[in-house]
């Protein structure tokens, strides 16, 4: 299984980036795909995830109203479309991948993970 994350780049506060993440390997039709964060120093922190069947949607908090999960089946990709990014949204990026579809928060409950993509918020 491969997890290719791209996307992130540098943006003023209020812009929009949009990650995306191409899955390989495997049929992820039965997993939740996640999309999580890590700043300098802290955690690593959940964001996004969406059932690959069925499109089912979760959002943490500090993003929802602003971030929006999808995928497009055709391309095995999920995306993380951010809009009004704030400077607290600064970390690396990371699409990750649970065979159990439990629908965790907690990055201990992923199978697979990409290799992180930079996402900068400048004030």
């Known amino acids: 299984v491969q997890l290719q994350a791209s996307g992130g780049g540098l943006v003023q506060t209020g812009g929009s980036l949009r990650l995306s993440c191409v899955a390989s390997?495997?049929?992820?039709?039965?997993?939740?795909m996640g999309w999580f964060r890590q700043a300098p120093g802290k955690e690593r922190e959940f964001v996004a995830a969406?059932?690959?069947?069925?499109?089912?949607?979760y959002y943490a908090d500090s993003v929802k109203g602003r971030f929006t999960i999808s995928r497009d089946n055709a391309k095995n990709t999920v995306y993380l479309q951010m809009n009004r990014l704030k400077p607290e949204d600064t970390a690396v990026y990371y699409c990750?991948?649970?065979?159990?579809?439990?629908?965790?928060?907690?990055?201990?409950?992923?199978?697979?993970w990409g290799q992180g993509t930079q996402v900068t918020v400048s004030s």
């Open positions: 990750a991948a649970d065979r159990t579809s439990a629908a965790s928060a907690d990055p201990r409950g992923y199978d697979y």
């Open positions: 390997g495997r049929t992820f039709s039965s997993y939740i």
């Open positions: 969406i059932r690959w069947s069925g499109g089912t949607t």
